[in-house]
Antibody, heavy 118, light 108 residues
Framework: QLQLHESGPGLVKPSETLSLTCTVS??????????WGWIRQSPGKGLEWIGS???????DYNPSLKSRVTISLDTSKNQFSLKLTSVTAADTAVYFC??????????WGPGTLVTVSS | SSELTQDPVVSVALGQTVRITCQGD??????ATWYQQKPGQAPVLLIF???IRPSGIPDRFSGSSSGDTASLTITGAQAEDEADYYC???????????FGGGTRLTVL
């Protein structure tokens, strides 16, 4: 059974780039049937879709974040990643990696808290 | 503000039935997906494609839709159903995905 797990720095300085990696275990990330995506949750707040990647290279991003977000795959490592540039305190959140596709996320990583602070 | 509107707080007596709603223009066209989230945990997929439950989800959870409103019904609420519930669907322009603001369910 597929499992997901996020990793990356828990603290990022304002204006810098947030980089997270999701490691997929129990199966291949390069299956054409799979979508992969990122969702975040600010402390005490609701869920926000960040973006998704499917068919290996096609990306779809939340318009409110599109200018700052990149999601990519590394099939050699069975991982996908999130990069969010020019972060501010408003980007402080728990970041979840998922198999989010067509509005459905069946698999979730446990989430990782990223705090933006100097 | 979210394009999908949920009541922030709903309560239900143990064993009773409760309906959690999600309202938005996009729901006239697109189905809602429902997630349950307990404190400190990742969300869990409850319902997709209007009323399909993934394996392992109890059949007391069901989904429905009418007009611009999608509903999650819990028939015979249990203490372990106390959680936050989120709906998810397309935005009104059908260009991206949005979540409702979430409903905190209290089981009395």
């Amino acid at each position: 059974q597929l499992q997901l797990h996020e990793s990356g720095p828990g603290l990022v300085k304002p204006s810098e780039t947030l980089s997270l990696t999701c490691t997929v275990s129990g199966g291949s990330i390069s299956s054409s049937n799979f979508y992969w995506g990122w969702i975040r949750q600010s402390p005490g707040k609701g869920l926000e879709w960040i973006g998704s990647i499917f068919n290996g290279a096609t990306t779809d991003y939340n318009p409110s974040l599109k200018s700052r977000v990149t999601i990519s795959l590394d099939t050699s490592k069975n991982q996908f990643s999130l990069k969010l540039t020019s972060v501010t305190a408003a980007d402080t959140a728990v970041y979840f990696c998922t198999d989010y596709g067509s509005g459905v996320a069946n698999l979730w990583g446990p989430g990782t808290l990223v705090t933006v602070s100097s | 503000s979210s394009e999908l509107t949920q009541d922030p707080v709903v309560s239900v007596a143990l064993g009773q039935t409760v309906r959690i709603t999600c309202q938005g223009d996009s729901l006239r066209t697109f189905s809602a997906t429902w997630y349950q989230q307990k404190p400190g945990q990742a969300p869990v997929l409850l319902i997709f494609a209007k009323n399909i439950r993934p394996s392992g989800i109890p059949d007391r959870f069901s989904g429905s839709s009418s007009g611009d409103t999608a509903s999650l019904t819990i028939t015979g609420a249990q203490a372990e159903d106390e959680a936050d519930y989120y709906c998810n669907s397309r935005d009104s322009s059908a260009t991206h995905w949005v979540f409702g603001g979430g409903t905190r369910l209290t089981v009395l």
